[in-house]
T-cell receptor, first 112, second 113 residues
């Protein structure tokens, strides 16, 4: 079973606050991803990383930023949260080659 | 045209029946295919991977791949109410950095008592 952890599980925060969503994995995977998903809607890739010090923007434009300083850690930051950022954020990782993605439990963010 | 297409459903089947979920993809460069199950409010859970033409069985689940027709399917035998969820199909293309997955919008399955 995949060991990928996201914190917090739920976050309610006011407009303008800076937030960081944490994601860690213990599988030694080089590849990590952030997806955004609104209720009942499809997954959208917003960031990915193929290794330490490597980050790329995904298919959906996002105001968030990411960093990859350690293999196991891939945090996502919003400098100034807005209500439009309300969504579920899913972190995933994958191994070598054609490996599937394994998802964390997600962070449900609500910006008031 | 979406790269990975699924009927959004809902697909309703009676308990004990076979549920058949279908997916088509447009990029012939796709080399790996995955089915994920997602319960409402939860994260996607991998249930099947398939890489070559033909069938792959795992318990009550069978994945089928036909690369010539660009078609992937998932059969769930003896459907149970606990199978009620949204099923996501994903196709993967191996790039220089890794496996880039494209997800379909998902098919909602309802298994009725």
């Amino acid at each position: 079973e995949a060991d990928i952890y996201q914190t917090p599980r739920y976050l309610v925060i006011g407009t303008g606050k800076k937030i960081t969503l944490e994601c860690s994995q213990t599988m030694g995977h080089d590849k990590m991803y952030w997806y955004q998903q609104d209720p009942g809607m499809e997954l959208h890739l917003i960031h990915y990383s193929y290794g330490v010090n490597s980050t790329e923007k995904g298919d959906l434009s996002s105001e968030s930023t990411v960093s990859r300083i350690r293999t196991e850690h891939f945090p996502l930051t919003l400098e100034s949260a807005r209500p439009s950022h309300t969504s579920q954020y899913l972190c995933a990782s994958s191994g070598q080659g054609n490996s599937p993605l394994h998802f964390g439990n997600g962070t449900r963010l609500t910006v008031t | 045209q979406k790269e990975v297409e699924q009927n959004s459903g809902p697909l309703s089947v009676p308990e004990g029946a076979i549920a058949s979920l279908n997916c088509t993809y447009s990029d012939r460069g796709s080399q790996s295919f995955f089915w994920y199950r997602q319960y409402s409010g939860k994260s996607p859970e991998l249930i099947m991977s398939i890489y070559s033409n033909g069938d792959k069985e795992d318990g009550r689940f069978t994945a089928q791949l036909n690369k010539a027709s660009q078609y992937v399917s998932l059969l769930i035998r003896d459907s149970q109410p606990s199978d009620s969820a949204t099923y996501l199909c994903a196709g993967g293309i191996l790039t220089g950095g890794g496996n880039k997955l494209t997800f379909g919008t998902g098919t909602q399955l309802k298994v009725e008592l």
